[in-house]
């Protein structure tokens, strides 16, 4: 056994340690707030608005009945399932939420770091073929990403769903942002401000997440929103244009001319409600017309008199309903679209009448 020897110092050591270098210039402090700000100026970021500061605004342990957040697609595993699979998916989760509203986000950065802007468009219709309503683009910030797009087009379409839908909405927003999905679905901070605004509205609210990119009809048109967005000139912008209404069923109005409140809360529950509001938009499953827009292979033809396609105006003004009208409408039988405001509670009942299948076995 040797005893515990110090071996001599190396050669590096005795280099390093008589090697401190005499100190010619003053040590030049700096700080964070000093880097920043130069950081700040050489990106040209003295013009930029500061983000605003968001504060929990309700209990954030209170959970909204209202909203429902889908961070997946149901078929789909992976993101690079093919095309065809995806659309068919997404056509189909979208076709089963049976919405009175589709409305499609997206944000976008050149290069995923500059340019943001945000795009929303708000349609009706089936979604492989969405009628297109209006749409929204907002210029996002100048260095940015597109996932921090993505809130912005989410929160624009949130104030629209607060302004617009009622309680007789079924709203689908649909993104390609899965990040955004799971961080509402796990009431993240960041994603705090939406969720407030969403759990505000009367309407059922589900945020469905789709695959990005793979020609999903709404979503291409969010997409291309998005990037026109970005090329707004001027800070900030937000802009909005609307169309001509619902292109694909212009006497939406005509249907809703005699909403009244009072009668609306007569209606005993929610899938009347909802059956109804597709029925004034013209879009009702039970409707023939509707059927042949999403399988060619189904006849629009009424199928009480054969005379004209059976669209919702039709249906109120066909001879083979005259009867039931007359006896559930006594003598404003022929008032028209109207009628679904003016009576909802007797509308629902000639919708049991006379489509078939339509709110049949529904009870409260
Ligand atoms: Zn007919």
């Given at each position: 056994m040797s005893a515990l020897q110090f071996r001599p110092p190396t050669q590096n050591r005795l280099l390093f340690e008589n090697a401190a270098p005499p100190r010619t210039k003053?040590?030049?402090?700096?700080?964070?707030?000093?880097?920043?700000?130069?950081?700040?100026?050489?990106?040209g970021l003295d013009d930029d608005p500061r983000k605003p500061l968001t504060h929990f605004n309700h209990p954030p342990w209170l959970d909204s009945a209202n909203v429902t957040v889908n961070d997946t697609l149901p078929g789909i595993t992976s993101k690079n399932a093919p095309e065809a699979t995806i659309i068919e998916a997404a056509v189909k989760q979208i076709r089963s939420l049976n919405p009175t509203i589709t409305i499609y986000t997206d944000g976008s950065a050149s290069a995923g770091t500059t340019n943001g802007g945000a795009g929303v468009v708000y349609t009706t219709g089936d979604?492989?073929?969405?009628?297109?309503?209006?749409?929204?683009?907002?210029?996002?910030?100048?260095?940015?990403?597109?996932f921090g797009e993505e809130p912005t087009a989410m929160e624009e379409a949130s104030d629209y769903i607060l302004q617009n839908c009622n309680a007789n909405d079924v709203v689908v927003i649909a993104t390609d942002s899965q990040s955004l999905c799971s961080s509402l679905s796990h009431h993240s901070p960041a994603s705090d401000t939406i969720r407030a605004k969403l759990a505000k509205s009367e309407a059922m609210i589900i945020v469905q997440w789709i695959p990005g990119h793979s020609n999903i009809p709404g979503n291409e048109a969010a997409d291309a929103a998005a990037?026109?967005?970005?090329?707004?000139?001027?800070?900030?912008?937000?802009?909005?244009?609307?169309?001509?209404?619902?292109?694909?069923?212009?006497?939406?109005?005509?249907?809703?001319?005699?909403?009244?409140?009072?009668?609306?809360?007569?209606?005993?529950?929610?899938?009347?409600?909802?059956?109804?509001?597709?029925?004034?938009?013209?879009?009702?499953?039970?409707?023939?017309?509707?059927?042949?827009?999403l399988d060619e292979s189904i006849d629009p033809k009424c199928p009480r008199c054969g005379a004209e396609n059976e669209t919702v105006e039709h249906w109120l003004e066909c001879p083979g309903t005259a009867e039931a009208r007359h006896r559930i409408f006594g003598p404003e039988a022929n008032l028209g679209l109207p009628l679904?405001?003016?009576?909802?509670?007797?509308?629902?009942?000639?919708?049991?009448?006379?489509?078939?299948?339509?709110?049949?076995?529904e009870s409260q």
């Open positions: 003053a040590l030049k402090r700096t700080n964070w707030a000093i880097e920043a700000k130069k950081n700040i100026s050489n990106l979604p492989t073929a969405p009628d297109i309503t209006s749409k929204s683009t907002k210029k996002g910030s100048k260095h940015t990403s597109s990037k026109e967005a970005a090329l707004l000139l001027g800070p900030h912008l937000v802009k909005s244009s609307f169309f001509n209404g619902p292109g694909r069923y212009p006497k939406i109005d005509e249907a809703y001319s005699q909403l009244n409140s009072k009668k609306e809360k007569m209606i005993p529950c929610r899938s009347y409600q909802v059956e109804l509001a597709r029925l004034r938009s013209g879009y009702s499953m039970y409707l023939r017309d509707t059927q042949h827009q679904l405001t003016k009576h909802p509670l007797q509308a629902v009942t000639l919708a049991q009448k006379t489509l078939v299948g339509c709110l049949a076995t």
